[in-house]
């Protein structure tokens, strides 16, 4: 029986369509794409590619001249020898002042036998720099790099060079009009095959030449906070560049060093693939592991984790959905189940591959979710079960098990579901500007021949306390292993990533706990406390000649305080009694007297050196670190006024006096 289950499941995975899911994938939200994501990622590592100044890969988009001269340089690791190039206008089409200037003169230049030009000029003296590249220039370009030539191509171009690049595996994987253009995703194709070519007359790969690539491992995990890479048999390695991506996070493949830092991680052949199973168990009963062998085919010593945190079968609860990773041997639980309208579907009703929900997002559906899918048509309410990546693994009618997903509201007003453990982003359509910063059960429903809503309400959290980073706890809660943390902003950080040792509690606006009472999701909200105002205080106080005694007596006390380019309070009788030029923290109270709740003044360390600045965001003083907020006000002691910004003030230079309250620099005063 054990086999004939397997034998269904492996059935149905070998039908799967592989459709995309409508999620991003590793770093570039316009990447959904897995095989893509992970060339990307390998490509990115090594300085080859980028995103646009909107973060985004654009991987349909063409490539121009100019761009794969750029990304080819970057593969020879000759990006350090752009410099000297700069200068000279070879080609005129092709200016000094172009940003690709020096790649395409070292491009066009050769370098003795050993170092051929890899691209040259048109037959009127022109390069064409925003011309897009033809798939039989860019195959050219890199069997050169593979160190072949005119001649081994039999002297028939671009064939002759398509011919090479076949038989060398350049181009496997790929096929197209040699005289068309190739989009930016074929050529992260074309330069990971690159990678994996033997160099002509050696038998070394290319990417041998380039660095160390060691034996075949598992990439465990990437700390980007340390800036670590650790790997299965217990190596750690030091990121030579630092992404934010984590496609490859359980493959198999090869550390490539150079320098004593990770050049890239080439992934083995045949892994190129979603890191969780293409089948999926529902678990039916608490505690129940029913299916699971089938999944497995057989293997019974798995490791499970449940929405990212380590755990055991007893964890596991009705309507749990479980997905299972081969190579790691890891069971992979998600609990994330939404309540939805259901939209419309690709192909058919019958056989989903697709299923439209949500505000107008393709979902794909894992192929064992079909059979519960077909019980459903467009414009049915039903509850979908989701794994951790974000796909349908069944869907059963709305009562039968409650909807329990939570959405996070960036500050733009999209939401993105959290599911598993992590933020699917671009699962949510639709914005909802009155939630933003907020996280909020979601739900979505139609009455009548009204349109389907999709319902975000926030949440408030009964866990309060501060967060202590160094003792892992958030009041008296610990923080799960993986504990999730966005940031006003909407940035997804990991623990490490803080530069703060400590977050007070009224910057955390929402907190949820997991089934074991660890804090999984923090938000945090902007570092200005509500209410709260930081300045410089300015006293003016008038005094009178008393007629019976003849001395002088204080009339009133007025207070202003002035937050540079945040305005200031006004002018306000006050019983404080302030010095006009102490910083503060101060709540004002626009009802009328007495006009501030409290004013408090701010702590100051004294004589910061330079060398205590992390970049702007952070300065280490005694041992502890405190924040910078972009918004933080400066004051120029020598001309009694205001810097425009940080910027500004640090490079005034002299001696920085400064002023914090709750880990956070409020304000920063200069003199030379």
């Known amino acids: 029986m054990r086999k004939k289950i397997f034998a269904a499941v492996l059935a149905l995975a070998l039908v799967l369509s592989l459709t995309p899911a409508a999620f991003a994938l590793g770093v570039f939200a316009d990447v959904t794409n897995a095989a893509v994501a992970q060339n990307v990622e390998v490509l990115q590592l090594m300085g080859v590619i980028g995103g646009d100044e909107n973060g985004l890969f654009r991987p349909g988009s063409n490539l121009t001249r100019a761009e794969f001269c750029k990304m080819a340089i970057e593969l020879q690791g000759r990006g350090d020898q752009v410099v000297r190039y700069r200068s000279r206008t070879v080609f005129p089409d092709v200016r000094a002042a172009h940003w690709a200037s020096g790649y395409i003169n070292l491009a066009t230049t050769a370098s003795g036998e050993s170092m051929p030009a890899l691209m040259h000029g048109n037959p009127d003296g022109s390069f064409a720099p925003g011309r897009n590249i033809t798939y039989g220039e860019a195959v050219t370009v890199l069997a050169r790099a593979l160190g072949y030539t005119d001649k081994d191509s039999g002297g028939v171009w671009p064939q002759g060079y398509i011919d090479l690049g076949a038989a060398c595996g350049l181009t496997k994987g790929l096929s197209n009009d040699p005289n068309g253009a190739i989009t930016r995703a074929q050529a992260a194709q074309l330069f990971v095959n690159a990678l994996r070519c033997e160099v002509k007359d050696s038998a070394k790969l290319y990417v041998e030449a380039l660095g160390s690539v060691g034996d075949e491992t598992t990439l465990r995990a990437v700390d980007f906070s340390n800036g670590k890479l650790r790997t299965a048999d217990g190596k750690e390695y030091e990121l030579g560049k630092v992404l934010a991506g984590t496609t490859l996070v359980g493959r198999k493949g090869r550390v490539v060093t150079k320098d004593d830092k990770v050049l890239t991680f080439l992934p083995s052949t045949g892994t190129t693939g979603a890191t969780v199973s293409d089948a999926a168990i529902i678990v039916r009963a608490d505690g129940s592991t029913d299916g699971f062998d089938a999944l497995t085919g057989g293997v019974t010593d798995y490791t499970i984790y449940k929405n990212g945190v380590r755990t055991t079968r007893s964890a596991l609860k009705r309507w749990d959905v479980a997905t299972y990773n081969a190579e790691r041997n890891i069971l992979t639980v998600c609990d994330t189940r939404v309540t939805v309208y259901y939209e419309n579907c690709d192909p058919s009703p019958s056989a989903p591959t697709t299923v439209t929900t949500l505000g107008g997002v393709a979902y794909a559906v894992v192929t064992t979710a079909q059979q519960s899918l077909s019980a459903f048509k467009p414009g049915q309410q039903m509850v979908i079960l989701l794994t951790a990546d974000g796909r349908i693994a069944g869907a059963v009618e709305t009562g039968t098990a409650s909807s329990n997903a939570y959405a996070y509201v960036d500050g733009d007003g999209k939401a993105s579901l959290i599911c598993g453990g992590a933020v699917l982003s671009g699962s949510v359509g639709g914005t909802f500007s009155e939630q933003a910063g907020k996280v909020g059960r979601i739900s979505q429903s139609k009455t009548g021949t009204a349109e389907a809503k999709i319902y975000i309400s926030a949440q408030t959290s009964g866990t309060r306390g501060i967060l202590d980073v160094t003792t892992r706890t958030l009041g008296n809660a610990k923080l799960a292993d993986n504990v999730m943390i966005i940031s006003a902003d909407g940035k997804l950080l990991s623990l490490g990533e803080l530069t703060e040792q400590s977050i007070p509690a009224d910057r955390i606006t929402y907190v949820h706990t997991n089934g074991s009472d660890q804090v999984d999701i923090i938000v945090l909200g902007d570092e200005t406390v509500k209410g709260e105002i930081y300045g410089r205080v300015v006293m003016d106080e008038t005094w009178y000649t008393d007629p019976k005694t003849g001395k002088q007596t204080l009339g009133s ?112 005063e200069v003199r030379a």
Not at 619 to 636: D, L, Q
């Open 557 to 668: 006390r007025q207070i202003t305080i002035d937050c540079g380019a945040n305005g200031s309070t006004g002018t306000h009788e006050t019983g404080y009694t302030l010095s006009t030029g102490t910083f503060v923290a101060a709540k004002y109270n626009k009802n009328g007297p007495p006009y501030f709740d409290y004013i408090q003044p701010l702590t100051k360390l004294s004589n910061v050196p330079a060398s205590a600045w992390v970049g702007d965001t952070a300065v280490v003083v005694g041992g502890r670190t405190y924040s910078v907020p972009a918004s933080v006000i400066c004051w120029n002691r020598d001309i009694r006024d205001w810097f425009k910004d940080l910027e500004t003030a640090k490079a005034y230079g002299g001696t920085m006096d400064l002023y914090v309250k709750d880990g956070v620099v409020r304000a920063i």
